[in-house]
């Protein structure tokens, strides 16, 4: 149980276009979806926080007209880099939660901006 | 939300116990211990999670003394598959259930 998928796993795309990261609990319904980047050989770092119907809340620093969330669904979230450039590339990550105090975590998607 | 403290890396051997610890002074009332393990472009894998006292499920056990401002993580015999970045996280859904990671600890077993 407490599936989370990603999709795509990797994507290369080209500088100035945006790209689309699918985040969806399998099997559990998702209170709420938490969107991270990490840079090589570097921690997690939490993006935004996303509920199902609302907005989704940004942490300090992170552009939210840049990378755009949509909670759809109580299983779909997903993540939007708009106008990539190269400092854009990195692993994306996303969990889900159900309300106990326990996320899961996606495999990731390894973002490339040429 | 309280932050964690760990050692940045480790070396064990196969077979060997290997117990991590993880400093949270501020942890607060409402908190849960998590520990996730992440093998390298991969996502977090849960290992464990408690509150008080010790838990134990079949890969790891985790102990937690009575004031809650650290917790231990044992994994027993580990092997080489073993090798990678731990993190301890504290926070709860009261919280919004948000974490944040720290540095984690990357364990490197050797043969």
């Known amino acids: 149980g407490a599936v989370v998928s990603q999709h795509p796993s990797r994507v290369i795309c080209k500088s100035g276009t945006s790209v689309k990261i699918e985040c969806r609990s399998l099997d559990f319904q998702a209170t709420t979806m938490f969107w991270y980047r990490q840079f090589p050989k570097q921690s997690l770092m939490l993006m935004a926080t996303?509920?199902?119907?609302?907005?989704?809340?940004?942490e300090q620093g992170v552009e939210k007209d840049k990378f755009l969330i949509n909670h759809a669904s109580l299983t779909l979230s997903t993540l939007t880099v708009t106008s990539a450039h190269p400092e854009d590339s990195s692993f994306y990550i996303c969990?889900?939660?159900?309300?106990?105090?326990?996320?899961?975590f996606g495999p990731g998607t390894r973002l490339t901006v040429l | 939300l309280a932050k964690t403290t760990q050692p940045i890396s480790m070396d064990s051997y196969e077979g060997q116990e290997v117990n991590i610890t993880c400093s949270h002074n501020?942890?607060?009332?409402?908190?849960?211990i998590t520990w996730y393990q992440q093998f390298p472009s991969q996502g977090p894998r849960f290992i464990i999670q408690?509150?008080?006292t010790k838990v134990t499920n079949e890969v790891a056990s985790l102990f937690i003394p009575a004031d809650r401002k650290s917790s231990t993580l044992s994994l027993p015999r580990v092997s080489l598959s073993d090798t990678a970045v731990y993190y301890c996280l504290v926070g709860s859904y009261n919280q919004g259930g948000k974490l944040i990671f720290g540095q984690g600890t990357e364990l490197s077993v050797k043969p």
């Open positions: 969990s889900a939660t159900d309300g106990p105090d326990t996320q899961y």
């Open positions: 408690g509150y008080k």
């Open positions: 996303s509920n199902e119907g609302s907005k989704a809340t940004y």
């Open positions: 501020n942890i607060a009332t409402n908190d849960y």
